[in-house]
């Protein structure tokens, strides 16, 4: 089977790995990651993306790591549509997190009017930091968890003090 799933990964985290681990279990995968144009420079918060670069670098990583415990291959290309790589017609299945799923709906929308088979579309949940919340890549920026979701010791101390 191939599998495909995209986004900035930016930085990659326990949420991203969720993701990977399901991606690994189908088949082999191909990741879209967001070119510097796509992906944003800032963010509603301000948040500074890495270089495409330095963020393929490190998800290749990551990457080898579950390709070798599950025997599968993986690819890492160049993102420059938001609905990207899945929309070709060598792809089986779609891993996406519960945001996202909307957008796998509109793949399938246009792999429909490109005479492609749907997507399985595969939901993995969001995976929840020490303190209930979900990760995010915004909060680990942010310092307030993370790449494991643990809390900060910085937020855990402010949080003391406010007791």
Do not use: C
């Amino acid at each position: 089977m191939q599998v495909a799933l995209g986004g900035t990964f930016d930085p990659v985290h326990d949420g991203h790995r969720a993701l990977f681990a399901r991606a690994f279990e189908l088949g082999d995968v191909t990741i879209g990651l967001t070119s510097d144009e796509l992906a944003p420079k800032t963010r509603s918060e301000d948040r500074y993306v890495r270089s495409f670069s330095d963020r393929k670098r490190d998800l290749e990583g990551v990457l080898a790591e579950f390709a070798a415990e599950y025997d599968r291959d993986f690819e890492v290309r160049r993102l420059d549509e938001p609905t990207g790589i899945a929309t070709e017609p060598q792809f089986d299945a779609l891993v996406v997190s519960p945001e996202t799923v909307e957008g796998g709906r509109r793949i399938n929308d246009i792999r429909e009017e490109r005479d492609h088979a749907p997507l399985d579309i595969e939901v993995v949940e969001h995976v929840r930091a020490e303190d209930g919340g979900i990760i995010s890549s915004t909060r680990i920026v942010n310092g307030e968890i993370d790449t494991d979701g643990n809390v900060t010791p910085d937020r855990e101390g402010r949080a003391a003090e406010r007791g």
